[in-house]
């Protein structure tokens, strides 16, 4: 897998790290495991200075997290309201439970989004519920930057610090990416079994 990715970057140089994690964010092809630790491996035989390797990467990505944040913003969540209605039981969740959701990102999206950007898995879902809830452009931006940051600096240092041993970073994080699917998994089964819609007296208690 990583043998024409080392060709693309060896070819391209900074581009072609970006247009990869670009690539990865939008429609994940290959991971970004692979592509930054690649990438961290390029910057340590020399061929490419290291900051600009992250630097790179992360706008790639950027790029990639602001076209679904501007999708799901065009989009608009009122849109799916006769949806959701329909078929709240499989999506465990009803309008009473939007609304909340809605008033919680407006304290803690700040955070959802940077930290969640370091989660594998959860790190490309970001952006939508962020888009949907209309969190400001301005605050996306800054806390995107920084989670992206910290994700593609510390892989890229990794693959940088590892040499050849690149492989060994996806060997590491691919279970962990695998373990948060199975949670996911599990809670949304467990949601499903459990879920019921608010009435109307229960919405008056909250």
Known sequence: MADWVIRLIEQTGYLGIGFLMLAETVFPP?????????AGLQAAKGDLWLPFVILSGTAGAMFG??????????????????????????????????????????????????????????????SVPAGFLHM?????????????????????????????QYGDVDAILGPVSNIVILLLVFFYLWRVVTWKPHTADQKDTH
């Open 30 to 38: 290959i991971p970004s495991e692979v592509i930054m630790s690649v």
């Open 136 to 164: 400001s452009l301005k605050s996306f931006t800054l806390w995107s930057t920084l989670g992206t940051g910290v994700w593609t600096a510390m892989l890229a240092i990794v693959g940088w610090s590892m040499g050849k």
């Open 65 to 126: 997290n602001l076209f679904w944040y501007f999708v799901a913003r065009a989009l608009g969540l009122e849109r799916f309201h006769p949806f959701i209605n329909r078929w709240g039981r499989w999506l465990t969740i009803d309008w009473h439970e939007v609304n909340r959701a809605d008033k919680w990102f407006r304290i803690h999206g700040n955070a959802f989004v940077g930290f969640g950007r370091i989660v594998p898995t959860i790190r490309s879902l970001v």
